[in-house]
């Protein structure tokens, strides 16, 4: 089944495109890497799928409707440093704000609430967490956090927006590990810029520098490759073309 489909859709913000004949399909079950160079539509694609934003032109269906119908069903996580460390609010209060309908300020969460929350957290392994404060958290752990908000409303797609940008190697690892599991029940889309996720169990790719390059296999195909070294001649780098030649300095 289909959860996602996009169709020859371009998008500008304002005159130069953004995303030009970009088309998607996203099936349930799948673990889709999309990675591209800073600037290449990464996080437009994503507001697109979530209804921010319409295209120019082309179609998106998300679960058969027009985007931002079946938000609820889709989990957001976006990237930890988003929270304000500074803000005082517990792993419990942060976790019960993904009860999307339930987010005015002067709303009482149920104890069926609470205890939803608490299943939740502990299925990302932070249970025993709830009572702490967020900013009193590991980079890992609040990314954990993060990801048990996206799941309390049991939706069947989660988006991670950059998840691991600023966790350090081996909490990285514990992190996809984590989504690694999560994947064999959830559809998962995960954008980065960070190659190493195709080390992950990811089981497609796509790579996003203003036209979409997709493989229905976990690898790299060498034109996605040149995009993300910076050698292909679409590259949208506003400093202009690289050459391949420029990185004779780097250690082979
Ligand atoms: N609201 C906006 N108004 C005008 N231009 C924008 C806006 N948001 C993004 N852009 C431009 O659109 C292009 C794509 O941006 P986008 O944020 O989608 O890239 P990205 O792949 O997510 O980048 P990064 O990896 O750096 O987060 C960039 O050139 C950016 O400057």
Known sequence: MAIIEINDVSFAYERDPVLEKVSLKVSKGDFLAVLGPNGGGKTTLLKLILGLIKPDKGSIKVFGE??????????????????????????????????????????KYTETDK???????????????????????????????????????????????????NIDPYGKFCFFTFLE??????????????????????????CVNRFLYYNSEPVLTKEMVEILYGTHDEHVCSFGKYFSDDFTHMEK
Do not use: C, W
């Open 66 to 107: 027009k985007p931002g119908k079946y938000s609820k069903n889709i989990g957001y996580v976006p990237q930890y440093s988003y929270i304000n460390k500074n803000f005082p609010l517990s792993v419990m209060e942060s976790v019960l704000m993904g009860l999307t309908k339930k987010k005015l300020l002067n709303f």
């Open 181 to 206: 599991e999560l994947s064999r029940e959830k559809t998962i889309i995960l954008v980065s810029h960070n190659i190493n996720v195709i080390a992950t169990k990811i089981n497609r790719v796509a």
């Open 115 to 165: 205890s939803r929350a608490l299943e939740t957290l502990d299925k990302v392994d932070m249970s025993e967490y709830s009572d702490k404060q967020i900013h009193d958290l590991s980079g890992g752990q609040r990314q954990r956090v993060l990801v048990a908000r996206a799941l309390l409303s049991d939706p069947d797609l989660i988006i991670l927006d950059e998840p691991t940008s």
